[in-house]
């Protein structure tokens, strides 16, 4: 790790990554819990079992809970391009915010610096493509909201780490093709539980059209997933 100024704080909640390991995808969460502290707490109880590689406090401290060598369990039950046991392939960051249970609000920019620099930094290291970096709602939108509609993905895609297109200014006026959205969501990566399409909706919204995430496709939204997934299909391909 090339970074200066990380702090060690070990949990004990790992793993081995498996025979033939390989890392090539990022998972951002925030932490959801009342303070830095209590995060901190839980990913290192032994009883919980969950941990993440990396928490990054809100003045831009990092923490370096369990070593990139190994798995953390930070993303639970979970699904990406088809497959599951991410854990297993992917190093989890834990972004201090309470959330929305606990008064979500937004990233303070010393803390945006550090996701930045830490994520510049995970990426120099490991064949991580963009199309796999991830937020934790994007893997398992059935169960979980982080990082949220107030993560500023587009600052991280200008520095390099994950896809974010530029919206279109120009208004849709082709109807809705509900099943052409859904074949999109799924080739950018998406898998939708049975009875969840809403919540894959509502995951694709927090990330790519952040101003309503409330699970509906209109007009804007549809708009959206197919500019999206014509982005990651050039960024696929090797073509952007
Ligand atoms: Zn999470």
Redesign the pocket.
Known sequence: MSLVGIREYPSPNHDRRGDAPRVDMLVL??T?MPTAGAALERLCDPVARVSAHYVVGEDGTIWRLVSELRQAF?AGRSCWAGESDLNRVSIGV?IVNPGHEWGYCPFPEAQMLAVDRLGRDILARHPIPPHRVVG?SDIAPDR?T?PGELFDWARLARAGIGIWPAPSRRPPVTPIDRAQATADLAMIGYCTPPGAVEKVIAAFQRRFRPARCDGLLDHETAARIAEVRAAYGLRRAGLN
């Open positions: 969460h925030y959801g930070h834990e934790h979980k982080d």
